[in-house]
């Protein structure tokens, strides 16, 4: 049913692109000795915490409701962004890329905190880090994915 929308190559491209995002938000706590203190705070934000309140590392519950939230928002917007630049050549595809780089950027602060992709990360440069490897990794994979795979030589 949804295979007109999203062939296989957009499909692998988003998943790319959630787990690359995904190991950005990881790599924030990381650098401070709590790889999953982002994702919890972003669940912390979810269940309705308010923002002055700070996460705890340890929270395995908000820290699993932020990455699967985190995931699934990745997915989506690499869905579209890889749609988008899948069958464009050269600089089509990055063009493509860079337009829903920058949209994404503009529009993510101001989404609702439940919509943000990178919610749990506490500075704009690191939600726009996330936004960059998101769009980075759904175009770079969706335009190798969509190139034809080449001819096997006969055994």
Known sequence: MLAPLLPPPVVRAAAVAAAATLGVLAGFGARD???FAVLAAAGLRLRGVPEFIAADAGDRW???LGAA???LLAFAWGALVARL???RRGGGA???ALAAGALLVLVDPRLPAALRLGAGAPSPAQRALCV???VGAAALT???AARP???RPPA
């Open 33 to 35: 000795g709590t790889p």
């Open 62 to 64: 908000s820290a699993l």
């Open 69 to 71: 939230h985190a995931a």
């Open 85 to 87: 630049a899948w069958r």
């Open 94 to 96: 990055t063009g493509v």
């Open 132 to 134: 960059a490897t998101l």
């Open 142 to 144: 969706a335009r190798l």
């Open 149 to 151: 795979s080449p001819a």
